[in-house]
C-alpha cells in the first residue's frame, strides 16, 4: 500500500491541531542546530520501546530502487558534507514522473489561475504572464512518487540520519521555467534564486532528483558543502535568505559546488545547508523533492 503527503503522527484525527501559522511559528526554531538534535534525540526516545510501530506506519516497499547505495557511507558524508550522491531512478519511473507533470495542472505562487507546463511557451503563458516556476498539483496522485518516498533504503538514510523514522513526508515535483530574465529580475521573482537554508520543521532532510537533464545552464542546485552545521550569528540570527555577497563573507567559495546530472540523478542532502538553484536559460528543470521530517 502506498502512502500520501500526509502527516503521520498517530491519533492525528484526534489531536487539536495548531494553526499552521503557529505551527510555521514553532517550526522556525528549527533554524537552530541544537534544536534540531534535541528534537531527533526526544524522537528517537519517544520511538525507543517501539520501532516497529513507526516503522511500519511507514508501508516500506518490499524491494529498493537503490540497492547499490552504501547507507552507512553515505550518512556518514550526510554528516561531514551535508550531502550524498550516488541515488539513481530506473527510466520507467522518470518516465512516468515526467509525463505526470506534463498531464497535470500546475500553479505558481503569486498568480491565481492554474495552468499546464505545456501551454508555457518561451516563458510565457498565452495571457502573457512570465512564468518562473511552476508546482505540480495533487502529486499525491503519482504512484512513482509515493514509491519513492516509501523506498527502503531512503527511508534508511533518513532513520540513520535523523535517528528517528520520519513522522511527516511531504513531496514536491516543481519546474523551474528557462527565461532570460536579468538575473536581480529572476532573484527577485524566484526566492530560491538566492542563497538560503530551508526551515521546514524541527528536523527534517531531504531527497532531490532531476527528472531532466540539468547542466550549468538548465537549473543545478548550488550548495556550499558543510554549511548544515552552526552557522555564523549574522546568517542564523537575521533572515534564512542572504544575498551571495553576505554568504562569501562567511564561507569559502571553494566549498561551493554545483550539482549537475543526467535525468534520473538522485542526491539526499540537509537543506539547513546553503543553497540556492540557477535559474535556468536553455531548458525547464523538472525535480523531484521529497522531505522528510
Ligand atoms: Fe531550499
Known amino acids: 500500500m502506498l502512502i500520501t503527503n500526509q502527516s503521520l503522527e498517530p491519533d492525528s484525527s484526534t489531536q487539536k491541531t495548531p494553526d499552521k501559522e503557529y505551527a510555521n511559528r514553532l517550526y522556525a526554531l528549527g533554524r537552530f542546530l541544537f534544536v534540531r538534535r534535541s528534537y531527533s534525540f526526544f524522537q528517537n526516545l519517544r520511538q525507543r520501546p517501539n520501532p516497529t510501530f513507526y516503522k511500519q506506519r511507514l508501508n516500506i516497499c518490499e524491494r529498493s530502487l537503490f540497492e547499490e547505495f552504501n547507507v552507512d557511507m553515505g550518512v556518514e558524508q550526510m554528516r561531514q558534507e551535508g550531502v550524498s550522491f550516488g541515488l539513481r531512478l530506473p527510466a520507467p ?3 512516468q514522473i515526467h509525463d505526470y507533470a506534463l498531464q497535470t495542472p500546475c500553479t505558481e505562487p503569486g498568480f491565481p489561475e492554474e495552468f499546464f507546463i505545456t501551454q508555457v511557451k518561451n516563458g ?4 502573457g504572464h512570465q512564468v518562473l516556476r ?3 498539483s495533487n502529486v499525491k496522485g503519482c504512484d512513482a512518487i509515493a514509491k519513492i518516498a516509501q523506498d527502503p533504503v531512503l527511508l534508511q538514510i533518513v532513520h540513520n540520519y535523523l535517528h528517528y523514522w520520519p513522522t511527516r513526508i511531504t513531496k514536491h515535483l516543481s519546474w523551474s521555467v528557462a527565461s532570460d530574465l536579468s538575473d536581480e529580475e529572476k532573484r527577485r521573482r524566484y526566492p530560491p534564486a538566492t542563497f538560503h537554508y530551508d526551515i521546514a520543521g524541527f528536523n ?6 532531476y527528472i531532466t537533464d540539468v547542466d550549468e545552464h538548465s537549473g543545478p542546485h548550488v550548495m556550499l558543502k558543510g554549511s548544515h552545521g552552526k552557522k ?3 546568517i542564523l540570527l537575521s533572515s534564512n535568505r542572504h ?3 553576505t554568504i562569501f563573507k562567511h ?3 571553494e ?3 554545483v550539482i549537475t546530472g543526467k535525468r534520473g540523478f538522485g542526491f539526499v542532502q540537509d537543506p539547513s545547508c546553503i543553497h540556492k538553484v540557477i535559474p535556468p536559460v536553455t531548458a525547464n528543470r523538472l525535480l523531484l523533492q521529497i522531505r522528510y521530517s
Open 251 to 253: 564561507y569559502s567559495q
Open 204 to 209: 527534517f532532510m531531504t531527497a532531490y532528483f
Open 124 to 127: 510565457c503563458l498565452p495571457c
Open 255 to 257: 566549498n561551493e559546488i
Open 232 to 234: 555564523p550569528l549574522p
Open 93 to 95: 519511473l522518470i518516465e
Open 134 to 136: 511552476a508546482l505540480v
Open 243 to 245: 544575498p551571495d555577497s
